[in-house]
């Protein structure tokens, strides 16, 4: 009984303590405020320290971590402040557009934004967004999950994460647009397009 007692307190200062900085980020991002994103923290690792011995030492500590947490907002933050957010059908009706994103020269937002722009306007337009895509943006662009994980820590079909994350970004990209501009930033979809389209009547 020791021996596992030793076991799980290695676990849980090697493998989850680590997070702590990343849950709080994702909290504050979900409830945009210290206290309450505190409060999830908190409610994350005594949840994750009383079912510990589900966890299987070595793996995904981080995504297992994320995962509590986004069920402790859904269950228990969200209910207080009663506010609805379900992303209805429409998400996988609109699968449809990430699969014909993929020959029209979209630009991931990692790369226009992300790896340029990470200020104040683009944390209020992520803000701005709604939880379900907030969330998607959040576990992916910012933290590096990918579908499948990101599947797993939200409980919805990797087809859904994709279509939320092409929807995400491209709400997000329209929030940011004239500041990108100030900057310097340019939109290169249509440009690309026309060029696609070029090439495909030269070949013709």
């Not at 994320?66 to 907002?73: P, Q, S």
């Not at 379900?132 to 859904?160: A, H, K, Q």
């Amino acid at each position: 009984m020791q021996r596992d007692k030793t076991k799980y307190d290695k676990i849980f200062e090697e493998e989850f303590l680590p997070h702590i900085t990343a849950l709080k980020t994702f909290a504050y991002h979900l409830t945009y405020n210290d206290e309450d994103a505190d409060d999830l923290v908190q409610e994350t690792y005594l949840k994750a320290h009383r079912f510990i011995f589900k966890y299987n030492e070595g793996t995904n500590a981080k995504a297992w971590l994320f995962k509590i947490l986004k069920n402790a907002y859904i269950n228990e933050y969200r209910k207080k402040v009663k506010r609805p957010n379900r992303v209805e059908l429409e998400d996988y009706i609109n699968y449809n557009d990430v699969d014909k994103s993929k020959g029209s020269g979209y630009i991931d937002l990692r790369e226009e934004i992300f790896d340029n722009m990470m200020g104040d306007e683009l944390t209020i337009s992520i803000n701005a967004l709604p939880d379900d895509f907030r969330t998607v943006i959040l576990l992916c662009d910012v933290e590096g999950f990918t579908y499948e994980e990101i599947s797993n820590i939200i409980d919805v079909p990797i087809g859904t994460v994709r279509s939320r994350l092409f929807r995400a970004r491209n709400m997000l990209k329209e929030k940011l647009k004239s500041y990108a501009e100030k900057l310097g930033y340019t939109d290169k979809r249509g440009e690309r397009q026309s060029n696609i389209n070029i090439e495909q009547t030269e070949e013709e």
